[in-house]
């Protein structure tokens, strides 16, 4: 008999032994023998669960229990998961987790000391939910060379934005509903600024180029500062705003990483994406642009991932699965984003206002202006050509000394 044990039971920890255990036949048939939960750590009581008798609150029983190959970590954050982690893998145990904040931090060193070990580190769960997308980018689409992958990344923020597209809802009053739902935490700092997503694209990115990316070398903004006069502008202009992560594999070879609201245009698959679904697009060579779209979160939906990792490792399980990325001393790959060329939506408040076209055309060049219903006469709004951020901000700088400088927010190309 295969025994595992699950390190966790809030939210993403109960799913998983609700969902393994509904389908435990299921499982042991299609790993070649019986497998059950032997084990539940979590320091808080349950003395109402089904698995009470299974609940555990000393780490060691699992680490030392031979009969244990496979451990879910489902707790969450980068200190006892990361010492929990690293002392199973040590072990020969192997790792399965929805941890993104670890992996994105740690991922190359877990998944070396997986392979030193001969176990195997997983964590198809930590992107996207239950969205099968880390098996396709390592498995389907491995004959190919991935130009880019962006997309909606996280939940919460789609939902906001959501509710301020289609229902005129401030944010505020967005964020509000979604946390009486759900859907954000009472602080939702690291989903409404961006860190979430940001944690996502490393591990996407360091997975398809084969280098750790760091969060601290991705550029991130999030979507606090996003208004319905934007969400307007946008409208008119063909476009609807979303938090978009994303990572690009530029000329010289080089990558450009970035998380930030952006301006999608309506045509694009992306714009139709509402709630809190996610939807990721990989871009390869051969295969060209596919899409992967589902629930990016909740209890079920990621359980189903952290599920489908533990049978990986309990078919294998004295293989080393092809999951790999190096890690990076020398982080000159991912480019400084400002030195960069996009082009971007910006929304300004002035005096004279109209009579500031003539100087911004000589700063940018073509400008494409927009209108909305009721627009202040002290306040215009265009879209730059594309050119380097940096030579942007400069301007916006100059402009600064003239205008308030009341949004910008990225064009999605």
Not at 108 to 115: D, R
Request: contains cysteine.
């Amino acid at each position: 008999m295969s025994k595992v044990a699950i390190i966790g039971y809030g939210t993403v920890g109960s799913g998983t032994v609700e969902l393994f255990m509904k389908n435990r036949e299921s499982i042991s048939r299609k790993v070649g023998k019986d497998c059950d939960i032997k084990y539940i750590l979590d320091l808080r009581d349950f003395p109402d669960s089904p698995f009470a008798d299974r609940m555990i609150k000393d780490f060691d029983t699992i680490l030392n229990d031979d009969e244990v190959t496979v451990v879910a970590e489902v707790v969450g954050g980068t200190t006892f998961a990361y010492d929990y982690t690293k002392r199973l893998l040590e072990k020969g145990k192997s790792v399965v987790t929805s941890n993104k904040a670890l992996v994105a931090a740690k991922g190359a060193e877990l998944i070396k000391l997986a392979k030193e070990h001969k176990c195997n580190y997983l964590f198809e769960a930590s992107v996207g939910g239950g969205i099968p997308i880390l098996r396709p980018i390592n498995k389907c689409l491995a004959g190919n060379e991935i130009l880019s992958i962006s997309g909606i990344l996280n939940g919460t923020t789609n939902f906001i934005l959501s509710k301020m597209i289609k229902e005129q809802m401030s944010f505020d009053d967005a964020l509000k509903m979604a946390q009486e739902l759900g859907y954000a935490e009472a602080d939702p700092t690291a989903d409404v600024e961006g860190e979430d997503a940001c944690r996502k694209i490393c591990i996407l990115g360091s997975l398809a180029y084969g280098k750790h990316i760091y969060p601290e070398m991705v550029h991130c903004s999030g979507i606090t500062r996003i208004t319905l006069d934007d969400v307007e502008y946008a409208d008119n202009a063909g476009y609807v705003i979303k938090l978009i992560g994303s990572v690009k594999k530029l000329e010289d070879g080089k990558l450009k990483a970035i998380v930030c609201p952006r301006f999608v245009p309506k045509t694009n698959l992306l714009a139709s994406v509402d709630d809190v679904y996610n939807a990721i697009s990989v871009v390869g060579d051969g295969v060209g642009n596919v899409m992967f779209y589902g629930q990016g979160a909740g209890k079920l939906p990621t359980a189903s991932a952290v599920v489908g990792d533990i049978i990986d490792c309990l078919k294998h399980p004295r293989t080393v699965l092809a999951v790999n990325w190096e890690d990076s001393e020398d982080k000159s790959f991912v480019v400084p984003y400002k030195q960069t060329n996009t082009s971007v939506y910006v929304r300004i408040q002035a005096d004279n206002a109209e009579a500031l076209k003539g100087s911004l055309s000589e700063m940018f060049g073509k400008l494409m202006y927009i209108e909305r219903a009721g627009r202040p006469e002290n306040e215009i709004a265009f879209i730059t050509p594309t050119m380097k951020e940096a030579d942007i901000d400069d301007n916006l700088t100059i402009l600064s000394h003239t205008a308030q400088i009341k949004s910008k927010i990225r064009i999605y190309q």
